[in-house]
């Protein structure tokens, strides 16, 4: 099945710092999302991106499925943006299901 | 809000025992799959129903199993529980080939 790998695992950035977020997936895809996970475990849909880039205020995506990857860039960080980020794929032509990377742990300091 | 909805949002099982985890998918959705998520790591796929029937398994025993009604709402069921299962239980709905949006999340821990 295909594989998700996120980088870094772990990032502590202070307040106002601007980040970048990898997602490596191992074969053509479907689907892509990028996720925000919550203090109390909801994911919070950030970006539905199998393609291309597309920017909401401070986030903004990038795919480049050709090359298998896509990157998340926060910037101006907020102590708010704090917590797991998520990227999960579909494999295309594959069963309906996402992929979930390990995740990226950011932590925003004030 | 993502308008899909679980409950109960904690739960407290012993080992051996069953369970049943709910999931109200948000309007117009016609698919609903169950992720489980254990501590620190990333969701891992359960099952998927589309129109009722299961369509997509994941590599989890029979043991884990589930409903999918006609209002699109869904069941996962857990029988005889071990402390491994202790985990966040995650339902997402879609319509098909669309993004998933997820409920808060079930947290089950058994002991």
């Known amino acids: 099945g295909i594989q998700v790998e996120q980088s870094p695992p772990d990032l502590i950035l202070q307040e106002g710092a601007n980040s970048t977020l990898r997602c490596n997936f191992s074969d053509s895809v479907n689907n892509l999302q990028w996720f925000h996970q919550n203090p109390w475990g909801q994911l919070i849909n950030l970006f539905y991106i199998p393609s291309g880039t597309k920017q909401n205020g401070r986030l903004s995506a990038t795919t480049v499925a050709t090359e298998r990857y896509s990157l998340l860039y926060i910037s101006s960080s907020q102590t708010t943006d704090s917590g797991v980020y998520f990227c999960a794929v579909e494999e295309y032509q594959g069963a309906q299901k996402l992929v979930f990377g390990q995740g990226t742990r950011l932590t925003i300091n004030p | 809000e993502t308008g899909v909805t679980q409950s109960p949002t904690h739960l407290i099982k012993t080992r051996g025992q069953q369970v049943t985890l709910r999931c109200s998918s948000q309007?117009?959705?016609?698919?609903v799959s169950w992720y489980q998520q254990a501590l620190g790591q990333g969701p891992q796929f359960i099952f998927q129903?589309?129109?009722?029937?299961?369509?997509g398994r994941g590599n989890f025993p029979p043991r884990f199993s589930g409903l999918q009604f006609p209002n699109y709402s869904s069941e996962l069921n857990v029988n005889a529980l071990e402390l491994d299962d202790s985990a966040l239980y995650l339902c997402a709905s879609r319509r098909t080939n669309t993004e998933a949006f997820f409920g808060q999340g079930t947290r089950l821990t058994v002991v």
């Open positions: 129903y589309y129109r009722e029937e299961e369509n």
């Open positions: 309007s117009g959705h016609n698919t």
